[in-house]
């Protein structure tokens, strides 16, 4: 089955930490973008990729860091820089001309 | 600056009730207009709108676009408590990115 594949569902980050959230996906889509998503809100775009070894930041990138090193991988670094991490984050991919595909989001919160 | 604007952000219905969701926006290079809705996790695909006056259906769903005047509207009919979900609208900028409006949080009592 085609699609986008998030890990993990739920993740928990201490103070000072770094946390990885993972984003693969087998729809050989060239482009890929990370959003996040806080209650009640509609998407904000953190980091896209149009290219492997390319990418862009979005509207709220400061905290965060992407990698793009293969097609089918964008995975996303909440920094401890970024003082309010707790948010719904969902993946996405497209290819030219069509609507975009989304896994099913990480949910991160502050322990 | 990009931008895309819904309203109302909020909406409250009955069953069986009507309901016009508004999106309008500026965009500097416009390929399409897209509508998701969303429920617990992952937005669904809803519509791609290209062309002016042309209508989209999908059920109980409709959809058009006006590149004119900026802005499209999604209607539902006969809404039932399972249309509850916040409806997303997004324009594709002609692959720079997708760019989302805030959302239309809808709920439909029973």
Known sequence: DGGITQS???????????????????????????????????????????????FQK?????????????????????????????AFY????STQGEPQHFGDGTRLSIL | EDKVVQSPLSLVVHEGDTVTLNCSYEVTNFRSLLWY????????FLFMLTSSGIEKKSG????????????????????????????????????QNFVFGPGTRLSVLP
């Open chain 1, 8 to 54: 993990p569902k739920y993740l928990f980050r201490k103070e000072g930490q770094n946390v990885t959230l993972s984003c693969e996906q087998n729809l050989n889509h060239d482009a890929m973008y990370w959003y996040r998503q806080d209650p009640g809100q509609g998407l904000r775009l953190i980091y896209y990729s149009q290219i492997v070894n390319d």
């Open chain 1, 58 to 86: 979005g509207d709220i990138a400061e905290g965060y860091s992407v990698s793009r090193e293969k097609k089918e991988s964008f995975p996303l670094t909440v920094t401890s820089a970024q003082k309010n991490p707790t």
């Open chain 1, 90 to 93: 969902l993946c996405a991919s």
């Open chain 2, 37 to 44: 809705k969303q429920e617990k996790k992952a937005p669904t």
């Open chain 2, 60 to 95: 109980r769903l409709s959809s058009i676009l006006d590149k004119k005047e900026l802005f499209s509207i999604l209607n539902i009919t006969a809404t039932q408590t399972g249309d509850s979900a916040i409806y997303l609208c997004a324009v594709d900028n002609y692959g």
